[in-house]
């Protein structure tokens, strides 16, 4: 089902927020405390996005590898600090290929996005939502996973100048109707802000120390963790969040 995470806030050290928590990324890479599918672990691979000193344009580090035997990302990890980051461990759906390319964060210009779930019926139950992208875009897609097209579907609504927040909720509503039962917590950033579904799985967000933090589980025993409820649309900047129903009525839109 995969984790992901991601920070707004004062810079820090990836180390801090992705690896040194007593129920970090690193730990529910390998021992998850809510797996809601077949997997038990979170093996298949790993990445981080982060934005260097304000940069529009964030650098990423992505590897096909359990986050725990990389020593190189362990060493970097400590030097590497950032005021917006995003970073996902990947438990590959079954008959999706363990490849690099297929782990989050995806990227293109100044976002970055991650996908924990799954789409039900896949292949089959996008075929319609599919055909709204141009061929190049499918051609050109990071990996032949439900993650990549997720992917290319809210970029498209980015590009043509959508907010995060609509280009998210209006995805997922899609995503929904056309394969019902699907779980789609979606994450996207662009450095300044995030917006993140909850949907058939669970998420956690934390505002405190002028910074905010989303999780797939609360990575310690803070107080100020609160749930997303299910079935909502989160948006968030480093000291503000505002938590809604994703509206139904955006499954029509083309």
């Keep these: ?9 004062p810079p820090c050290d990836l180390a ?3 690896l040194e928590p007593p129920h970090s990324l690193l730990r529910q890479s390998y021992a998850p405390a809510d797996m ?30 359990p986050i725990w035997t990389d020593t190189s990302f362990a060493a970097l990890a400590g030097a590497v600090r950032s005021s917006a980051v995003l970073a996902a461990v990947r438990s590959a759906t079954v008959g999706m290929p363990v490849t690099e390319t297929a782990c989050a964060p995806f990227t293109t210009g100044r976002w970055l996005f991650s996908h924990n779930g799954m789409v039900t019926g896949w292949p089959d139950s996008m075929a319609t939502l599919a055909r709204q992208l141009p061929v190049t875009d499918l051609l050109t897609l990071d990996a032949p996973t439900d993650s990549a097209l997720l992917w290319a579907l809210v970029r498209r609504r980015l590009v043509a100048g959508e907010s995060l927040g609509r280009a998210l909720g209006t995805v997922t509503a899609q995503v929904l109707a056309a394969a019902p039962g699907s779980r789609l917590n979606l994450l ?12 058939h799985h669970a998420l956690a967000v934390r505002v405190a120390d002028g910074g905010v933090q989303v999780c797939s589980e609360p990575t310690s025993h803070c107080a100020g963790w609160e749930p997303v409820p299910d079935c909502h649309l989160l948006t968030a900047t480093p000291t503000t969040v505002d938590v809604a129903p994703i509206p139904a009525t955006t499954a029509e839109e083309p």
């Design 1 to 9: 089902m995969c984790r992901h995470l991601a920070y707004l806030g």
């Design 16 to 18: 801090t927020l992705l």
């Design 36 to 65: 809601r599918c077949d997997g038990v672990v979170n093996a298949d691979g790993f990445g981080a996005g982060w934005y260097h000193d304000g940069a529009a344009t964030p650098i990423r580090y992505r590897r096909a590898i």
């Design 188 to 199: 996207v950033t662009d450095g300044s802000m995030f917006a993140a579904t909850a949907v």
